[in-house]
């Protein structure tokens, strides 16, 4: 019952950050595509990043609505929050000329060592996550079979 909770609990926050950012970054398009232009990255990449971002936050958040499609919308938020990690340690390390970030709403208002930690955060949330999720799911599966087995007398 506890670890439901957790897990419950955890989705929930994923949930309000991907639809909050998500949302946002279409609220403030003409903000978050300048931000996108000015990043370290190759053009092509960057017109990549503005169309798919915002529908990949919207749509991590409809898959963690659901029973069916939970273990993949936590894939999704393990792996996004792993990448901007990464990207906000490469800042923090010097790699880029330029840091503009362009994250929507007020986490964008964050300083990048508060990128760092609200990344770590959630990176970890996410891994507990799936491995709630995992438990549950195999206490689902050896409470099924237990179930299905005949009966000896």
Known sequence: MKKSIWLEGIISLFVLLWLYTGLSKYIAFDSFKHDM???PFPHWFENIVIALLPPIEIITTLLLLF???IRTGLWISLILML???IY??????????????????VIRSLSWQQHLVFNIVFTTLAIIALRLQNKKD???ILFA???EQPKTL
Do not use: D, V
């Open 37 to 39: 232009y000015n990043q």
């Open 67 to 69: 029973n069916r499609t």
């Open 83 to 85: 990448l901007f990690t």
């Open 88 to 105: 906000a340690i490469a800042i923090l390390a010097g790699a880029f000329a330029k840091t503009p970030c362009g994250c929507g709403g």
């Open 138 to 140: 195999n206490y689902k």
């Open 145 to 147: 079979n237990k179930r």
